[in-house]
């Protein structure tokens, strides 16, 4: 069994090279336009406002500067799309990220209180609580998610790869694919999974593009790590 995975990109089919589109099944519904995506900053930011540490909240702020400072995320929260089309009455992480972005870059104050988030803290993650100190990936995790699920409010029976059109979604996340050959009669089987992050063993890697190949380097199965070939 030989075992060789790809990332595959979360901008779907027409991003994909032809034999990944055959393998998925396309999207039902775009639910956000890729070409409307801008990697670059649409508008000329200067840096914008401070945030104020409101009790052990450094592992937030620090995670809200680096969403604050992602082009295609704040190109989109600048303006203002989200909260014109949003219909939810309960909280909102996309709304509250909309105002968080626009206040931090548009404010003349040096410093700014992070407060819309930081009372939303439980909403993001159950265990984070004001107060306690949390850790950033794990509260970045949680954010992503949480926006993620916000931006498909409403649309519970949507199909997996429709799902992956959100702008969050796309900006973000991936796809992980991986695909066992059986060394006897050639069958394959290929296998989906959606990821957030990919852990990579920078220790052993001379630069990341270095340590991307190897996790993806094709991995010959043998041992405890044998699976029963399907066919
Ligand atoms: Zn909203
Ligand atoms: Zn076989």
């Not at 991003?15 to 055959?22: S, T």
């Not at 199909?159 to 996340?173: E, G, L, N, Y």
């Not at 920078?202 to 790590?225: M, T, Y």
Request: proline content about 5%; charged content about 20%; glycine content about 4%.
């Amino acid at each position: 069994m030989l075992l060789c995975n790809s990332i595959v990109s979360s901008v779907f089919k027409w991003h994909f090279p032809a034999v990944i589109a055959e393998e998925m099944a396309p999207p039902q519904s775009i639910l956000y336009p890729p070409e409307k995506i801008y990697m670059e900053w649409q508008q000329r930011q200067r840096a914008g406002a401070g945030l104020g540490n409101l009790g052990n909240t450094c592992f937030l702020n620090s995670v809200l500067q680096c969403l604050t400072y992602t082009p295609p995320l704040a190109n989109y929260l600048l303006s203002q799309e989200h909260s014109q089309s949003c219909h939810r009455r309960d909280f909102c992480l996309m709304c509250s990220m909309e105002a968080h972005v626009n206040e931090a870059l548009r404010s003349s104050d040096s410093t700014i209180q992070p407060w819309a988030i930081v009372r939303a803290l439980t909403r993001i993650g159950k265990d984070f609580m004001l107060g306690k100190q949390g850790s950033a990936r794990q509260c970045l995790h949680r954010t992503i998610n949480t926006m993620q699920r916000n931006c498909l409010s409403r649309r519970s029976r949507l199909d997996i790869a429709s799902r992956s059109t959100t702008i969050v979604h796309q900006i973000f996340m991936g796809y992980l694919r991986s695909r066992v050959v059986c060394l006897s009669c050639s069958a394959v089987s290929t296998s989906y999974r959606s990821f957030l992050d990919i852990p990579l063993d920078i220790k052993a890697a001379s630069s990341v593009p270095a340590a991307l190949e190897d996790f993806v380097k094709p991995q010959q199965l043998d041992g405890e790590n044998c699976i029963q070939c399907s066919k």
